[in-house]
T-cell receptor
Framework: KAGVTQTPRYLIKTRGQQVTLSCSPI?????VSWYQQTPGQGLQFLFE???????NKGNFPGRFSGRQFSNSRSEMNVSTLELGDSALYLC???????????????FGPGTRLTVL | DQQVKQNSPSLSVQEGRISILNCDYT??????FLWYKKYPAEGPTFLIS?????DKNEDGRFTVFLNKSAKHLSLHIVPSQPGDSAVYFC???????????????FGSGTQLTVLP
């Protein structure tokens, strides 16, 4: 089974621009979560999508948005980029339904975004 | 407010010795805990987990201990191998209201270096 894929792997943008990152989950996984990783901050949860609906949201400004398509692929968009948005953006997929039990999250390799 | 804390950003251990990575949490609603391992240029991979109904879980060279009264968990690696050198993230999850999915709250990570 193919793992979680993220494109592009590396991206360089300038302040004020916008960016769209893509994530393809493991086949059969309907939940996709996005995280931002910066040095010293660990992984900060951005949001989670399940069946094309945003189910959970972290404490990030509205410049960060996402969506999920019917095939479970997800995109994340950041508008009006700031220098502090430079980070590794990780996507994770899981079977996670609504039963309340935990289902393992499988991570992609991430997209390294550099804002100049 | 960091609900999951890894106070040691780095740890160096000699090959063959024990590595102990620590993690503290503040949210008493967390009932499931995980350790992830991350190599450079790769996404985090699941290592081991423990439910709050247990105080120990073992998988080969890896053992996780949970002390609920102290809100503390630790990962023991015995014996440590150079290939274990990576960043280790502690994560916690809480049951949410009906219909909502669990999410993971991560610590900031500890860089483990195993010296040959």
């Amino acid at each position: 089974k193919a793992g979680v894929t993220q494109t592009p792997r590396y991206l360089i943008k300038t302040r004020g621009q916008q960016v769209t990152l893509s994530c393809s989950p493991i086949s059969g996984h309907r939940s996709v979560s996005w995280y931002q990783q910066t040095p010293g901050q660990g992984l900060q949860f951005l949001f989670e999508y399940f069946s094309e609906t945003q189910r959970n949201k972290g404490n990030f400004p509205g410049r960060f948005s996402g969506r999920q398509f019917s095939n479970s692929r997800s995109e994340m968009n950041v508008s009006t980029l700031e220098l502090g948005d430079s980070a590794l953006y990780l996507c994770a997929s899981s079977l996670q339904g609504t039963s309340g039990s935990y289902n393992e999250q499988f991570f992609g390799p991430g997209t390294r975004l550099t804002v100049l | 407010d960091q609900q999951v804390k890894q106070n040691s950003p780095s740890l160096s251990v000699q090959e063959g010795r024990i590595s102990i990575l620590n993690c503290d949490y503040t949210n008493s609603m967390f009932d499931y805990f995980l350790w992830y391992k991350k190599y450079p240029a790769e996404g985090p991979t699941f290592l081991i987990s423990i439910s709050s109904i247990k105080d120990k879980n073992e998988d080969g060279r890896f053992t996780v201990f949970l002390n609920k009264s102290a809100k503390h968990l630790s990962l023991h690696i015995v014996p440590s191998q150079p290939g274990d050198s990576a960043v280790y993230f502690c994560a916690a999850s809480a049951r949410r209201s009906s219909g909502s999915a669990r999410q993971l709250t991560f610590g900031s990570g500890t860089q483990l270096t195993v010296l040959p």
